[in-house]
């Protein structure tokens, strides 16, 4: 997707706001984009219906009786299907109300905490919300991906394989399990890691020396605080039996490992697409 | 995936607004497979043991894959999972939570519980084929699932 000339309408009273965003877009985009600035709702309506704009940058709180959010539902009725998606802007601490009244509005892709806002975080949401993603939450946050396989060969075709599909997410490798429970509890050779969240997501060999997929799936499953953590188990069995103990341990998905580098990437496609951006992963154990 | 085409999937939802949307979305996307539907976590537990209204289906295939609703009436979804969970058969079933709920609580609490995939519904039509297409395309052509008669 192209985002040149990206043109975006930012309604916000604070000009203060408007120059810190305008900074950031610059920092982004280069030249290459136009901002509007509204700091009135008769301002914006009357924008909106001069150009189009691929996105609405909107603040929650403005000097005036309509809070961001009416503007969203009043201009969506104006304007029905036509409506470019909508972030949010906060300044509000209370992460949580925002985040049920932007779920409740028709339009509103995500939000952003005005203390959290910087380029990285603005052009990441941007994209994110550009590609229409499904699931309205807070601002995307990239969790890492541990990946547990005692073959260099097949840890460097996956890797090889994110490469591929451009994913910017962080991925780690451990060899065996006991190395991914060492990692997992932040021990031994892993006590450094101390302070960095959980993986959002493992991705498990079955056949590995020391201690087996098996044992450690069952061990993480057994955990009450890294059970909640998914598994992808990713093997080149075809046993049912490895398939049925697998999810009976309580895999949350049995994949078999496929044997081109180009179905590789499909299926790392796909899972990382249907892990990362339509499931909700349980976040709040692994930042 | 051979015979993914044959897997039945389940949806428990109690409301038949969103029932009607999923199977549209099941038709916009063409899946051939069959989709069942239940409309409490009491027909449910009758549907994945073959009893009260489903004593004829004894014998044929479990559904190879859930889609659970949270909030429904007489038995709701987190407590139909935690009984499918601790099923020593029925736990091997994928179950996917399919909700309007969005509360932290909701998604540590499921998760906890075994689901295989929390997800949120979205609110627009088109929106949910999307998300359809990408649940079904994962879950039929990606992931090998357990079939249990």
Not at chain 1, 44 to 50: D, F, L, T, Y
Not at chain 1, 54 to 73: A, E, K, P, R
Not at chain 2, 17 to 28: I, S, Y
Request: aromatic share 6%; proline share 5%.
């Amino acid at each position: 997707m192209s985002l040149k000339n990206l043109s975006i309408l930012l309604l916000e009273d604070d000009e203060n706001d408007y120059l810190l965003i305008h900074d950031l877009l610059r920092q982004i985009y280069g030249a290459g984009f136009h901002l509007g600035w509204a700091s009135t709702y008769a301002q914006g309506e009357q924008m909106v219906s001069a150009r189009h704009y691929d996105i609405f940058l909107v603040d929650y709180q403005l000097n005036s009786q309509l809070t961001g959010v009416d503007w969203v539902t009043a201009l969506h009725k104006k304007l029905g299907g036509k409506c470019p998606p909508t972030i949010l802007l906060t300044g509000q601490p209370d992460v949580q109300s925002i985040d049920k009244l932007a779920r409740q509005t028709i339009g509103i892709s995500y939000f952003l905490t005005k203390n959290e806002l910087n380029a990285e975080v603005l052009e990441r949401t941007i994209r994110f919300t550009l590609k229409n993603q499904a699931v309205i939450r807070q601002a995307p946050k990239l969790v890492t991906i541990l990946m547990a396989d005692d073959d260099p060969d097949d840890r460097l075709l996956v890797e090889d394989a994110f490469e591929e599909i451009r994913l910017e997410n962080p991925l780690d490798f451990v060899a065996d399990g006991v190395e991914l429970m060492d990692y997992l509890h932040r021990r031994g050779a892993y006590a450094h890691l101390a302070e960095n969240p959980l993986p959002g997501l493992i991705l498990l060999d079955l056949n590995m020396p020391r201690k087996n997929g098996r044992e450690a799936l069952h061990e993480i499953k057994q955990d009450e605080l890294l059970r909640k953590i998914p598994i992808v188990v990713l093997t080149t069995s075809r046993a049912d039996e490895d398939l049925l103990a697998s999810y009976e341990l309580g895999a949350n998905s049995f994949i078999v490992k496929p044997v081109t580098f180009d179905k590789l990437v499909e299926v790392i496609r796909v899972v990382t697409d249907y892990w990362l951006c339509i499931v909700t992963l349980p976040t709040a154990v692994t930042e | 995936m051979a015979n993914s085409e044959r897997i039945t999937i389940l949806m428990a939802d109690d409301d038949p607004d969103d029932r009607l949307l999923v199977q549209d979305a099941f038709e916009e996307i063409r899946l051939a497979n069959p989709l069942v539907f239940v409309t409490d976590g009491i027909e449910l537990m009758d549907y994945l043991h073959r009893r009260g209204g489903y004593t004829d289906l004894a014998g044929t295939p479990l559904p190879g894959l859930i889609l659970l609703d949270l909030n429904m009436p007489k038995k709701d979804g987190r407590e139909a999972l935690k009984e499918i969970k601790s099923d020593p058969v029925l736990r091997t079933i994928p179950i996917v939570v399919l909700t309007t709920s969005s509360a932290e609580e909701d998604i540590l609490r499921t998760y906890d519980l075994g689901t295989n995939s929390f997800i949120v519904k979205p609110v627009t039509f088109d929106k949910l084929v999307e998300i359809i297409r990408k649940v079904t395309q994962y879950w039929l052509e990606i992931v090998r699932l357990p079939i249990i008669h």
